[in-house]
């Protein structure tokens, strides 16, 4: 092991224990009660605001705003036909896929990954930088509502502003491997829009999958008596007034979050992975990866098999441009959904 190896081992190993001891309150609180609520205290108040909001809602209540908004009704009438023109594309796309499977056709490949010319070395310098930017974040802001104690501090704007860092930090870590130690070919700019329609003509095949797959997780989460918990940026969504704030909300989700994962899980880890082990289980491995990243176990199996579909779209493309586009397309769906149901749980 070189010594810059060992010396960020060491660090991140540090600044993990530093962290743990700060979140253990073995250090001094804030001393200040508003500064505290950076904390995990106001992420829980608001999601319970949220879960106390939708459990007073009933379908009386929605035809009775329905018939008093006109705006309301139009949205509905508005989203419902997007639904239906989508889950039409859906099923046009999936009978088309269970066709050519009971034919026995091929799938349009287009392309195959490159063997990637980095290795474990390079992969692991990655993962501890990106661990220790997190915790040294963590720790910054820690410090400077100790060291400043604010009347009052924006949990919001924090929270964004942290998952930015490590976005950008994912973002240049990854692109430096690929363009330092980029395969042969691997950057193919030719066949970008034919791969970003292979990538959407699968995304909505996957789609009944993906909701059958939410369906389960959900029944799951009720019968073993688990309460759900929303994912932060739509608690933050749902909560939040500001225009600036949401259309940094929205940058960090369509844009920023899926290029900078893609990157990572597909471009780098799934890249090496496969040139190892083979293509399914550096698949299996990347996709259970990524869905652990996430750090909700309510949206898991959803999240698992779309990483699953990311990364075969990857695979018969060879191009990180589809799904990356998928990605894109399929946070800005939900973001749409969550934007619909602000505006009935809300408004």
Not at 205 to 232: E, N, Y
Not at 276 to 293: D, E, N, P, Q, S
Not at 323 to 347: C, D, E, Q, R, Y
């Amino acid at each position: 092991m070189k010594r810059f190896d060992l010396l960020l081992l060491l660090s991140v190993l540090l600044t993990m224990t530093m962290v743990e001891i700060v979140r253990s309150s073995v250090l001094p609180p804030v001393p200040n009660a508003k500064a505290g609520s950076t904390w995990k205290m106001e992420e829980k108040r608001i999601q319970e605001k949220i879960r106390s909001t939708q459990a007073a809602f009933d379908t009386k209540q929605l035809e009775k705003r329905l018939r008093e908004d006109p705006v309301l009704r139009r949205r509905l009438q508005i989203f419902g036909f997007m639904g239906l023109l989508v889950m039409a594309a859906s099923l046009g796309c999936f009978m088309q896929w269970l066709a050519r499977f009971v034919s026995k056709r091929p799938e349009n490949r287009t392309g195959s990954p490159q063997i990637p010319q980095w290795g474990f070395r390079e992969v692991a310098r990655l993962v501890l930088v990106l661990v220790l930017m997190s915790h040294l974040v963590f720790l910054a802001e820690w410090l400077l509502i100790h060291t400043f104690q604010p009347k009052q501090t924006d949990n919001h704007l924090l929270a964004l502003g942290n998952t930015l860092l490590i976005d950008l930090a994912t973002f240049f870590g990854a692109c430096r491997l690929f363009l330092r130690k980029r395969p042969p070919g691997s950057l193919q700019w030719e066949k970008v829009g034919r791969d970003l329609r292979f990538g959407v003509a699968s995304y909505l095949t996957f789609l009944p999958v993906l909701i059958l797959g939410a369906i389960v997780a959900a029944l799951v989460m009720q019968v073993l008596k688990l309460d759900p918990t929303p994912q932060p940026v739509f608690t933050i969504y749902f909560t939040e007034d500001r225009s600036s704030v949401v259309w940094w909300l929205l940058l960090l989700v369509t844009v920023a979050g899926p290029v900078a994962e893609e990157l990572f899980f597909r471009g780098v880890l799934y890249g090496w992975l496969r040139a190892r082990i083979g293509v399914w289980k550096g698949l299996g491995i990347t996709a259970f990866l990524f869905a652990a990243m996430h750090g909700n176990l309510t949206v898991f199996l959803p999240i698992f098999g779309l990483g699953l579909l990311f990364g075969w779209v990857y695979e018969q493309t060879g191009s990180l441009a589809a799904p990356i586009g998928i990605h894109v397309l399929h946070n800005g769906g939900m973001l749409l959904v969550a934007s619909f149901l602000k505006s009935v749980l809300t408004s």
